[in-house]
């Protein structure tokens, strides 16, 4: 798999997005063709098209804190179609596939382990990080199947933050001397 440089969207890619999405799915508020949609917008992928009208364009689409009717919806729908997002959101309507991914993934899933973190984790933890970065998914997956990326993020941080906060400052010994630096 090769890296793609990312670019920022220009007007004209975003009026070529828009004329897409109606020519091909004209009145649906929110759109699932995405290969076909992003034929019409060249040097675009499918992926970047789908995430520029749900970041950026779509009008329906809602941000900020759930309610408890989307949360409603977002069971209904992955108890229908199971994690096939772009399906789901049609079901959820005020969301798309990406936040409902997320919302499941993070909040709703019943199989997330909500349970506290054990100091012999928290060193697990620390060591990870350590050694795989802030690779958080990897994170979770090799070492603590069931919880979750943003709950291992969120630990991390307390974390840090706490070894941060009681460790003195050190203020070096002359400005002379930056070896420590190189």
Not at 59 to 83: F, M, N, P, Q, Y
Not at 158 to 170: A, D, E, F, G, K
Request: include cysteine; aromatic fraction near 8%; charge should be positive.
């Amino acid at each position: 798999m090769t890296l793609r440089e990312r670019r920022p969207w220009s007007p004209e890619e975003d009026d070529l997005l828009r004329a897409a999405v109606l020519k091909e799915e004209p009145g649906n508020p929110n759109p699932s063709k995405w290969f076909a949609i992003s034929t019409h917008v060249p040097g675009r992928t499918n992926k970047d098209c789908r995430k520029r009208w749900f970041a950026r364009m779509a009008a329906d689409i809602v941000r900020g804190v759930w309610s408890a009717d989307e949360d409603a919806k977002l069971l209904s729908a992955v108890e229908k179609h199971g994690t096939k997002w772009s399906l789901v959101a049609t079901m959820v309507h005020t969301r798309n596939s990406d936040q409902c991914a997320k919302r499941w993934t993070d909040t709703l899933d019943p199989t997330i382990d909500r349970t506290g973190w054990t100091p012999e984790q928290d060193r697990v933890l620390l060591d990870a990080v350590s050694e795989h970065g802030t690779c958080w998914k990897k994170i979770v997956k090799t070492y603590f199947p069931g919880k979750t990326g943003l709950s291992a993020k969120n630990r991390y941080t307390s974390l840090t933050r706490i070894q941060n906060s009681t460790r003195p400052v050190r203020r070096s010994q002359s400005t002379d001397d930056d070896t420590s630096c190189m």
